[in-house]
């Protein structure tokens, strides 16, 4: 199935069009709009034929005479359209090492993406283009691992066949294991050998065995082991063998996104995709950053250097807000990961060796008296701590001295130090007990952090909230949640506060029918709300059994469950079951977005920062940290330092624990 935007122009005439394109240019100042519309309505193989008519017919070349009549930006996309792939491709490599300094970031993409045909192409155009041997010209240009690797893919060797053997799988995945995380330094030759030989189909498999046995992606080790360019062409190797089209279309939303625009990337993608991909690349990037490719260009461009791009792009998907085959794979094969992962989760904060408890209290106890406060020795002690050695401090200090140490540390504390510090003294039941409490009582509601922690929590967890809650605030958890909410977002979280979820694991059956009931879009009947199926199913099933559910519901109607929540519902509830449904896919990552949203920008939501910093603690922070860096290209550490002032920032750090 052919998925580029550009197609053969019907009823073609190369002379015709030749000579259109002579009388858009001549005379003073030339039709733009009429070269545009021209060129982009013609295949690759009919303009290349034009640039032949329009030879025998003036005697002239229709590339010069492009590149005299038109300037800037439009001018560089036009020509580029004019020239076949594999010359197009040769140039971009030359411009990118001619001259002082290199363009790392093109050959790169390049390389990584082309296939075995398309490099030998690459090849032979750059010679007979610039009568220079290509390898030895990147080998002049590039030095060391990075070197060593474009040139294995300059070879266009990779393996094609499709068979795959799954013994060789398992080595390969031990080897690369063994070459990296394993070892002490990294044996970089597996990772060339590895990734620049086997086949597509086979490294997928790899990947996916790679992440059974080390519990993590193979990106994430890539960026542990590996560095400077070197490890970003082999990121981008990783992402082509998962998915082409999802590599290019994070690299257009790239250079898009942010001030200012990389014109030269978004001519080069939309260009060299636009008879290969441009469909699946359209897809793939509606899903990922929930607007079209179409809008975004037309947000980022403009005249007819944006008319152009829109051309080749071919047509808006927020319009019809239908997509499949690309888009729907690279999703299934994401709830396929999610089920097989064996993630071990892992806080930053463990129980310290050799505690002394009463010490402890006593170095509080000295940083709180006389005049002034040693933060310092504050935050040193609490951060360091476990939350249950924390609850030994406490009795410690009422043993020692009579004193209750939380009302000396609200005294002595104040601001956003104060909430981290208290917030890390009280037991984690406690603390969500006491934000639940804090979203519901006086004026307005703070839905979201109702939704946060009732989505996230798991039973043993939510039993012990509404135990403290009842504590704390003689009042049943359910009642005020029923009494602050309303409507399918009460029902919501009046479900998940039963803390009743199923634990069992996957039912095939049962999954295809629960899907099936989502899916449903047919059924009126008001007591069968689509809202009601889906709470009675992403409510009360088990994490295991809704990643299957998900992944039929992938199957039956080509959408991603997020997709059709986004479509069909609204508001807190829409909030609510996206929540859910990311904290099954991924709940580290869940929380690296939470956390990232409440620093990026203007201002910083503290109270978001700290409630998440302090819940997740002991539990996955440093799997947070890992997505963190994964999703946003910077660490968790440098972006609350860049953030936050102060002792507040010097606590935050300290519980982050460590840079990435």
Same mark, same amino acid.
């Given at each position: 199935?052919?998925?580029?935007?550009v197609? +053969?122009?019907?009823?073609?005439?190369?002379?015709q !069009?030749?000579?259109?394109?002579?009388?858009? %240019?001549?005379?003073?100042g030339?039709?733009?709009?009429?070269? #545009?519309?021209?060129i982009?309505?013609?295949?690759?193989?009919?303009?290349?034929?034009?640039?032949q008519?329009?030879?025998?017919?003036?005697?002239?070349?229709?590339?010069?005479?492009l590149?005299?009549?038109?300037?800037?930006?439009?001018?560089?996309l036009?020509?580029?359209?004019?020239?076949?792939?594999?010359?197009?491709d040769?140039?971009?490599?030359?411009?990118?090492?001619?001259?002082?300094?290199?363009?790392?970031?093109?050959?790169?993409?390049? #390389?990584?993406?082309?296939?075995?045909?398309?490099?030998h192409?690459?090849?032979?155009?750059?010679?007979?283009?610039?009568?220079?041997?290509?390898?030895?010209?990147i080998?002049? +240009?590039?030095?060391?691992?990075?070197?060593? %690797?474009?040139?294995?893919?300059?070879?266009?060797?990779?393996?094609? +066949?499709?068979?795959?053997?799954?013994?060789?799988?398992e080595?390969?995945?031990?080897?690369? #294991?063994?070459?990296?995380?394993?070892?002490?330094?990294?044996?970089?030759?597996?990772?060339?050998?590895?990734?620049?030989?086997?086949?597509?189909?086979?490294?997928r498999?790899?990947? !996916?065995?790679?992440?059974?046995?080390?519990?993590?992606?193979?990106?994430?080790?890539?960026?542990?082991?590996?560095?400077?360019?070197?490890?970003?062409?082999?990121?981008?190797?990783?992402?082509?063998?998962?998915?082409?089209?999802?590599?290019?279309?994070?690299?257009?939303?790239k250079?898009?996104?942010?001030?200012?625009?990389?014109?030269?990337?978004?001519?080069?993608?939309?260009?060299?995709?636009?008879?290969?991909? @441009?469909?699946?690349?359209?897809?793939?990037?509606?899903?990922?950053?929930?607007?079209?490719?179409?809008? %975004?260009?037309?947000?980022?461009?403009?005249?007819?250097?944006?008319?152009?791009?829109?051309?080749?792009?071919?047509g808006?998907?927020?319009?019809?807000?239908?997509?499949?085959?690309?888009?729907?794979?690279?999703?299934?094969?994401?709830?396929?990961?999610?089920?097989?992962?064996?993630?071990?989760?892992?806080g930053?904060?463990?129980?310290?060796g050799g505690?002394?408890?009463?010490?402890?209290?006593?170095?509080?106890?000295?940083?709180?008296?006389?005049?002034?406060?040693?933060?310092?020795?504050?935050?040193e002690?609490?951060?360091?701590?476990?939350?249950?050695q924390?609850?030994q401090?406490?009795?410690?200090?009422?043993?020692?001295?009579?004193?209750?140490?939380?009302?000396d &540390?609200?005294s002595?504390?104040?601001?956003?130090?104060?909430?981290?510090?208290?917030?890390? @003294?009280?037991?984690?039941?406690?603390?969500?007990?006491?934000?639940?409490?804090?979203?519901?009582?006086?004026?307005?509601?703070?839905?979201?952090?109702?939704?946060?922690? @009732?989505?996230?929590?798991n039973?043993?967890?939510?039993?012990?909230i509404?135990?403290?809650?009842?504590?704390?605030?003689?009042?049943?958890?359910?009642d005020? &949640?029923?009494?602050?909410t309303?409507?399918? &977002?009460?029902?919501?979280?009046?479900?998940?506060?039963?803390?009743?979820?199923?634990?069992?694991?996957?039912? &095939?059956?049962?999954?295809?029918?629960d899907?099936?009931?989502?899916?449903?879009?047919?059924?009126?009947?008001?007591?069968?709300?689509?809202?009601?199926?889906?709470?009675s199913?992403?409510?009360?099933?088990?994490?295991?059994?809704?990643?299957?559910?998900f992944?039929?519901?992938?199957?039956?109607?080509?959408?991603?469950?997020?997709h059709?929540?986004?479509?069909?519902?609204?508001?807190?509830?829409?909030?609510?079951?996206?929540?859910?449904?990311?904290?099954?896919?991924?709940?580290p990552?869940?929380f690296a977005?939470?956390?990232?949203?409440?620093?990026?920008?203007?201002g910083?939501?503290?109270?978001?920062?700290?409630?998440? @910093?302090?819940?997740?603690?002991?539990?996955?922070?440093?799997?947070?940290?890992?997505?963190?860096?994964?999703?946003?290209d910077?660490?968790?550490?440098?972006?609350?330092?860049?953030?936050?002032?102060?002792?507040?920032?010097?606590?935050?750090?300290?519980?982050?624990?460590?840079?990435?």
């Open positions: 199935v052919y998925r580029g935007s197609k +053969d122009f019907p009823g073609f005439d190369a002379s !069009d030749a000579e259109a394109l002579y009388n858009a %240019m001549k005379g003073f030339s039709d733009k709009e009429a070269i #545009l519309d021209l982009t309505s013609r295949s690759n193989k009919q303009r290349v034929e034009i640039c008519a329009y030879k025998s017919l003036y005697g002239k070349d229709l590339i010069a005479d590149k005299y009549e038109l300037t800037g930006k439009f001018e560089r036009i020509v580029s359209l004019m020239r076949p792939p594999a010359y197009s040769a140039k971009e490599i030359k411009d990118a090492i001619a001259g002082i300094g290199t363009d790392e970031k093109c050959l790169i993409e390049i #390389l990584a993406s082309r296939t075995n045909q398309e490099i192409n690459l090849a032979a155009a750059y010679k007979d283009a610039y009568e220079r041997d290509l390898e030895t010209d080998v002049g +240009d590039t030095s060391g691992h990075f070197k060593k %690797m474009l040139v294995v893919l300059l070879q266009g060797t990779r393996e094609e +066949d499709d068979v795959v053997s799954e013994d060789l799988v080595q390969d995945a031990k080897d690369l #294991l063994e070459a990296g995380e394993l070892k002490w330094g990294t044996d970089e030759a597996q990772f060339i050998y590895i990734l620049g030989r086997r086949s597509k189909q086979h490294l498999l790899v990947f !996916d065995e790679y992440l059974k046995i080390s519990g993590k992606p193979i990106e994430r080790s890539i960026r542990g082991e590996l560095s400077g360019d070197f490890e970003k062409l082999m990121l981008a190797v990783v992402k082509c063998i998962r998915s082409t089209a999802e590599y290019f279309a994070e690299r257009l939303y250079a898009m996104k942010g001030l200012g625009t990389r014109d030269n990337t978004l001519i080069r993608i939309m260009v060299s995709r636009s008879e290969i991909d @441009m469909l699946d690349i359209r897809e793939v990037f509606r899903t990922k950053y929930e607007k079209s490719l179409y809008n %975004m260009i037309k947000e980022d461009t403009s005249g007819e250097y944006k008319k152009t791009l829109l051309k080749l792009c071919g808006d998907d927020d319009a019809a807000g239908e997509f499949f085959p690309e888009a729907a794979q690279v999703a299934y094969r994401m709830w396929e990961l999610s089920a097989v992962a064996k993630v071990e989760l892992r930053t904060v463990q129980p310290v505690f002394n408890d009463d010490g402890d209290a006593q170095v509080l106890r000295k940083a709180m008296k006389g005049l002034g406060t040693d933060e310092g020795a504050i935050i002690v609490v951060t360091q701590r476990s939350n249950a924390r609850q401090i406490l009795k410690a200090y009422k043993a020692h001295y009579g004193r209750d140490l939380m009302a &540390l609200k002595e504390l104040s601001g956003s130090l104060a909430k981290l510090i208290l917030g890390l @003294m009280l037991t984690p039941a406690q603390y969500d007990a006491k934000q639940l409490r804090k979203a519901v009582e006086g004026a307005g509601t703070d839905e979201s952090v109702l939704i946060e922690i @009732m989505a996230t929590r039973n043993r967890e939510i039993a012990a509404n135990e403290a809650y009842q504590e704390a605030y003689h009042k049943r958890l359910e005020d &949640l029923s009494s602050d309303s409507g399918h &977002l009460k029902r919501i979280l009046v479900s998940l506060a039963l803390g009743n979820r199923d634990e069992g694991p996957e039912n &095939l059956t049962q999954a295809h029918e899907a099936k009931k989502l899916a449903d879009v047919s059924s009126n009947d008001s007591s069968d709300s689509l809202e009601t199926r889906f709470l199913i992403l409510c009360t099933r088990s994490y295991p059994h809704l990643r299957r559910v992944q039929e519901f992938i199957k039956m109607t080509n959408h991603d469950v997020e059709a929540i986004r479509k069909r519902m609204s508001g807190d509830v829409r909030d609510a079951f996206l929540a859910i449904v990311r904290s099954v896919k991924n709940k990552a869940f977005d939470k956390l990232y949203k409440s620093m990026k920008g203007a910083t939501d503290e109270r978001t920062l700290t409630r998440i @910093m302090i819940s997740r603690s002991e539990i996955d922070l440093l799997n947070i940290r890992g997505e963190f860096i994964d999703l946003f910077k660490s968790l550490h440098h972006m609350i330092e860049k953030d936050t002032s102060g002792d507040y920032r010097k606590a935050l750090l300290a519980l982050c624990g460590g840079e990435d």
